[in-house]
Nanobody
């Protein structure tokens, strides 16, 4: 059974950091484009960072550029999202998602949500 499992969410103060992990089971991430999306209450789900299968190409939403970094460790079948300088407006449920690399690139995935599988999500709350 194909699964994406997110972890690492929680409560953090403004200015703090968190690292989210997205672990895959049932399939090998090597051949997949992976993205991180988030959805705040009352808002649409948005693509915030996506990475190509090799890790050589990444895409970031303007709202997180310079603060978030996406990376992947294909040997561990895991993708990470390092989030620094967190702001209250970063509060949301964060989802990772995958799609075959042949079907989409990092930019298209983030902008057009060209996703095959979604994880269940992890809550990130930024509050003092």
């Amino acid at each position: 059974q194909l699964q994406l499992v997110e972890s690492g969410g929680g409560l953090v103060q403004p200015g703090g950091s968190l690292r989210l992990s997205c672990a895959a089971s049932g399939f090998t991430l090597n051949y997949y484009t992976i993205g991180w999306f988030r959805q705040a209450p009352g808002k649409e789900r948005e693509g915030i960072s996506c990475i190509s299968s090799s890790g050589g190409s990444t895409n970031y939403a303007d709202s997180v550029k310079g603060r978030f970094t996406i990376s992947r460790d294909n040997a561990k079948n895991t993708v990470y999202l390092q989030m620094n300088s967190l702001k209250p407006e970063d509060t949301a449920v964060y989802y990772c998602a995958s799609a075959p690399a042949m079907s989409t690139d990092a930019q298209r995935m983030c902008v057009f949500k060209t996703v095959g599988y979604w994880g269940q999500g992890t809550q990130v709350t930024v509050s003092s």
